[in-house]
């Protein structure tokens, strides 16, 4: 017997393939429809270990949805717009399409080759005209719904791209991207009103916890960050007069312990409250504000700073009158840009209050030493003391509410919940971006592209300067940019940003239900035949950004009446990290594992298997400490037996050897459990048993010839193609079948075989023993009788003769009388 040479194995079925495109979703397919996805690449690079790990764990499901007899769209795609193509494109002076379509051509070579069962007739890229039209499309949708509006705002700013950035792509105070410390700047922005969704985005989690991932759920929860307090309307005296300043809170009920007030210090409101006298140190203050991230501000270890703005305000509960500060401690956009410090107990205040001698006053006494002492901050339950009507109150519900009701009879406040959620930023100056398909008019102001005039497609620029400058280098492309306003003809320039790349991803899982559709951005039939998605496999990295855009979408699409669900992903995976040694793999310390060259050495089979055998899919995966060569030899073992059968295809198994019978059974049984409950790496471990029994079976127990033994071997290639494709194509082929194995259906487990244990029971006829039953120990008497009166060697010595008495001692004998 020849050996197993994977790269001939590959190079044989690889063409195969092609030619039978066996994942091609057929829309108008009667079976029923799952929908298998997972997160596109971007097409930096060739594909490396995690996108060999993604997809093959992604596969498993996939392939196992095709056997069990489901339609299954299991699409790819590219996000292939964005920075790093662009940043790459500077580097190597070249356009970023060069760079970003040789890209996508070398990631899908290795994909087909990696042999992943995508259908890839619905292949998108999203930096193609004709996808990126109904990304604008969909903009002015949202515009027109006023979901997507321009406003002035201090923005994140990294100085070395010279791009805005989401609150998202700030990373402990740096650029997600290049690691430069971010600053903030005033511009004109673009921005979705992902706010509007708040509270449903939250809602609608409930429903997802038992199939999404705990910490992707609860981190949606905390970026949406719900809280439920009060507004509180304080008078201010102000030089140009009295003015009203609402802060928000959620301890309304410590509002007899606010001794001062803090503003943003660059909120537009300090600049109003300041005393001509502070001014200047007011100034000289923001400027330097305008440099800390919001990471920073918001710490409770960094000193605090700040400057008084000379104005005084009037506690609506108890008259008294306080200082008003300004400091950077309080942010410009969240809840009111102002706060009322209670710094008894709340330690940023309290800080802030030793920083600059300010007051203290104990409102809770919660039995801990007094924090106007320790300047330990409070923040438990305890009596309420120095808070008129609360005073010796216990509750802090009920002393919550009391403080509203006063506020509210009084004019001066109400209950109020508070989303930490920002509007979406989605304004970027860079080139490799979508168009903002608007114009700006000096007659009309804003003006939409009119949609027949969709897409409106990025100029090619080659040879320009794409380096960041601060302006997007559209705004340069004079031929492009100037326009005739398409409301009253007069001059009029293209808005020059493009969109960020999370607009792209936040609905390519909809333009894959319809990819080649050029009337409109989705065919909401398909969609709805198609969606939600069953699965959505990724990095645990889109945890908030990717996953929370694209629910803010479908919610947004739901209501425009186009989609009949409100969520995308019914259930997600988040497969680990392959790391290396221990760590994570990078150039600096010389970790890192090249794909590719695995796959030379041990095949796409062998890699594939590696990484689904190495653990829970949740789990990292150590290169270390996994043996993609004890995978190989393991597939061999597997091949081999194909090449041992000596039994004909079709043949029945019922007269084979029951106890491989049984191994193969259980094992196909739960198998499916297995995938099922996404315990893959225990699925391939029984795939390996299974392997062994077989080889026993045929070495020293049943022997070659024996149907059980084919029906084990078909058994191993079925199961094995969820993994190891190549070689279950080649053992399907040698055991005399026609390609392709990921087609045929899930073998019929015959629940009988199941039984754990089993008797053998006695079956005499006329005293001499005729035939012996594999019975289940618990077996009825009825059911023992009747097996053992169909049974054919019964039947033969029973030789039509009239039955007249069954003595049945179940589960161990059948006498049967004539
Ligand atoms: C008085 C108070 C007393 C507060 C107390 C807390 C404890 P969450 O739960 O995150 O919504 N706050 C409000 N706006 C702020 C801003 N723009 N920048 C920084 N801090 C701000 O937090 C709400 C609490 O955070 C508010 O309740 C306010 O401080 C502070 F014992 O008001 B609290
Ligand atoms: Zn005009």
Not at 246 to 259: F, N
Not at 375 to 391: E, F, I, R
């Amino acid at each position: 017997q020849v050996g197993y040479d994977v790269h001939a194995v590959e190079a044989k079925w690889l063409p195969v393939w092609e030619r039978l495109d066996p994942f091609r979703a057929d829309d108008a397919s009667p079976r029923e429809k799952r929908y298998a996805l997972t997160m596109f690449p971007y097409p930096s690079g060739d594909l490396h270990m995690g996108h060999a790990e993604v997809t093959a764990l992604h596969d498993v499901i996939a392939r196992y949805w095709w056997l069990r007899g489901y339609e299954v769209l299991n699409p790819m795609g590219w996000d292939s717009f964005g920075l790093p193509a662009e940043n790459a494109a500077i580097r190597n002076n070249e356009h970023p399409a060069t760079y970003t379509y040789a890209n996508i051509e070398t990631q899908a070579a290795s994909f087909k080759r990696y042999a992943v069962a995508f259908d890839w007739s619905r292949r998108l890229h999203t930096s193609d005209p004709e996808y990126y039209r109904w990304t604008q499309w969909l903009f002015l949708k949202f515009r027109e719904r006023g979901l997507a509006y321009r406003k002035d705002s201090p923005v994140n700013w990294c100085p070395n791209d010279q791009t805005v950035l989401a609150n998202e792509q700030v990373v402990d105070g740096r650029c997600e991207r290049c690691g430069a410390e971010v600053t903030k700047r005033e511009l004109n922005q673009w921005y979705f009103k992902i706010t509007e969704y708040a509270q449903e985005l939250l809602d609608d989690l409930d429903a997802l916890a038992p199939t999404w991932p705990d910490r992707v759920v609860t981190a949606q929860r905390n970026w949406i960050g719900r809280s439920e307090g009060a507004h509180v309307t304080f008078t201010v005296r102000t030089e140009s007069g009295d003015r009203d300043l609402e802060v928000y809170t959620t301890r309304p009920d410590t509002l007899y312990g606010a001794t001062f007030m803090v503003v943003a210090a660059d909120a537009p409101l300090a600049a109003e409250l300041v005393t001509e006298a502070q001014r200047p140190a007011y100034e000289a203050y923001l400027a330097e504000t305008r440099k800390a991230s919001d990471i920073d501000r918001l710490s409770t270890d960094r000193p605090k700073t700040g400057v008084d703005l000379g104005v005084t305000a009037i506690n609506p509960v108890n008259g008294e009158e306080i200082a008003v500060w300004a400091s950077d401690y309080v942010l410009a956009d969240y809840g009111t840009g102002a706060i009322m410090a209670v710094p008894a107990h709340d330690q940023r205040d309290l800080d802030f209050a030793k920083a600059m001698g300010l007051p203290v006053r104990r409102v809770v006494d919660t039995g801990e030493p007094n924090p106007e002492e320790t300047y330990q901050a409070t923040t438990g339950d305890g009596v309420y003391v120095n808070s008129g009507p609360l005073d010796g109150l216990t509750d802090k519900v009920a002393g919550i509410r009391t403080i509203i009701e006063r506020l509210e009879s009084e004019g001066r406040g109400s209950g109020a919940v508070n989303f930490r959620l920002r509007d979406w930023l989605l304004s970027r100056q860079r080139y490799w971006g979508c168009p903002i398909p608007v114009i700006h008019c000096e007659t009309c102001g804003e003006v939409a592209v009119p949609e027949d005039q969709l897409p409106v497609e990025l100029p090619e620029l080659r040879g320009a300067d794409l380096k960041p400058k601060g302006v997007s280098p559209l705004a340069a492309a004079e031929d492009w940019v100037n326009v005739d306003c398409p409301q009253c003809g007069g001059p009029a320039k293209r808005d020059s940003d493009t969109m960020d790349t999370f607009v792209d991803s936040s609905w390519y899982f909809l333009r894959y239900c319809s990819p080649h559709d050029d009337t409109q951005a989705f065919d909401p039939e398909q969609v709805n035949a198609w969606m939600p998605c069953d699965i959505y496999v990724g990095g645990v990295e889109h945890a908030v950004l990717h996953l929370l855009y694209a629910r803010f979408f479908t919610k947004v699409l739901a209501d425009m009446g186009l989609l009949d669900f409100r969520e995308p992903f019914a259930a997600q995976l988040n497969q680990g990290v392959v790391i290396n040694q221990g760590k994570k793999m990078s150039k600096s310390l010389g970790n890192g594992v090249n794909l590719g060259a695995q796959l030379e050495e041990f095949g796409v089979d062998a890699v594939r298997l590696t990484l689904v055998f190495a653990g829970p899919p949740e789990d990292n995966i150590d290169w270390a400490d996994v043996s993609p060569a004890g995978s190989l030899r393991f597939l061999q073992r597997a091949w081999r037996l194909s090449g041992d059968v000596t039994s004909t295809p079709g043949v029945s198994a019922e007269k084979g050897d029951v106890a491989l019978r049984r191994v193969t059974h259980r094992t196909v049984h739960d198998a499916a459990e297995l995938v099922e409950s996404k315990r893959f790496n225990v699925m391939v471990a029984r795939v390996m048993e299974l392997v062994n029994a077989t080889r026993k079976a045929i070495d020293s127990g049943c022997g070659p010839a024996d149907p059980a033994v084919r029906e084990a071997a078909e058994a191993v290639a079925v199961l094995l193609s969820l993994v190891a494709p190549y070689t279950a194509e080649e053992m399907w082929d040698r055991l005399g079948h026609e390609p392709s194995v990921a087609r045929t259906t899930w073998p019929v487990v015959d629940e009988t075989l199941l039984v754990e244990d089993s008797v053998t029971a006695v079956v005499q006829v006329k005293g001499k023993v005729r035939a012996r039953l594999e019975v289940s120990p618990d077996i009825s008497e009825a059911d023992l009788e009747a097996a053992a009166l169909a049974d054919d060697a019964v039947q033969r010595a029973l030789d039509g003769a009239t039955v007249r008495k069954v003595i049945v001692r179940a589960p161990k004998l059948v006498n049967i009388v004539v």
